[in-house]
């Protein structure tokens, strides 16, 4: 299997400009996450989606970041308008189980999406 | 509050040299705690799992261990390499995950 495929690997855009990374999970991973790194706060998990269902996006900062799953092979997370604040890098990851209680299983991540906001 | 944290912040090691990385938790109900070795430019890649029963656990030269009495764990990296330069980075599970911020470990030559 290739992993998780994340593109693009780079984004320099400007402020106010709309941003739209990818994300293809492991063939066969029911659950899908999207996470933004800073050196300052670490690893944050923005949002996941389980069968391709929204579950939980407490962790999307405002309005201006949406993401969706039209399948179980795609997703996206957009970022409109972006903010300088918005640079960071953006991960995502997939799973074969979910992240509660008792969860053993591993999270498999992409390469990450570095995006900077001028 | 669910809480990871990882000591050292950073840490220079030369090669073949041992190094211990910690990380501390206040996470309730614990379930596991996970490990991930993170290069630079890369995403995270899992090293090792720990459970509530385990006390120790080897993968290569990387050593888990875990102290649930204490909510401590650390991981021992032994003749180190210059391919172990990288960050660590402890997770622990219970009702989400809760990520540690990370060590950046550099070995020189």
């Known amino acids: 299997d290739a992993g998780v495929i994340q593109s693009p690997r780079h984004e320099v855009t400007e402020m106010g400009q709309e941003v739209t990374l990818r994300c293809k999970p492991i063939s066969g991973h029911d659950y899908l996450f999207w996470y933004r790194q800073t050196m300052m706060r670490g690893l944050e998990l923005l949002i996941y989606?389980?069968?391709?269902?929204?579950?939980?996006d407490s962790g999307m900062p405002e309005d201006r970041f949406s993401a969706k799953m039209p399948n179980a092979s795609f997703s996206t997370l957009k970022i409109q308008p972006s903010e300088p604040r918005d640079s960071a890098v953006y991960f995502c990851?997939?799973?074969?189980?979910?992240?509660?209680?008792?969860?053993?299983?591993?999270?498999?991540f992409g390469e990450g999406s570095r995006l900077t906001v001028l | 509050k669910n809480q990871v944290e990882q000591s050292p912040q950073s840490l220079i090691i030369l090669e073949g040299k041992n190094c211990t990385l910690q990380c501390n938790y206040t996470v309730s109900p614990f379930s596991n705690l996970r490990w991930y070795k993170q290069d630079t430019g890369r995403g995270p890649v899992s090293l090792t799992i720990m459970t509530f029963s385990e006390n120790t656990k080897s993968n290569g030269r990387y050593t888990a261990t875990l102290d649930a009495d204490t909510k401590q764990s650390s991981l021992h990296i032994t003749a180190s390499q210059l391919s172990d330069s990288a960050s660590y980075i402890c997770?622990?599970?219970?009702?989400?995950?809760?990520f540690g911020t990370g060590t950046r470990l550099l070995v020189s030559p």
């Open positions: 989606f389980n069968n391709n269902v929204p579950i939980d």
């Open positions: 997770v622990v599970s219970a009702q989400k995950l809760v």
């Open positions: 990851a997939s799973s074969s189980t979910g992240t509660g209680y008792s969860y053993t299983g591993e999270l498999f």
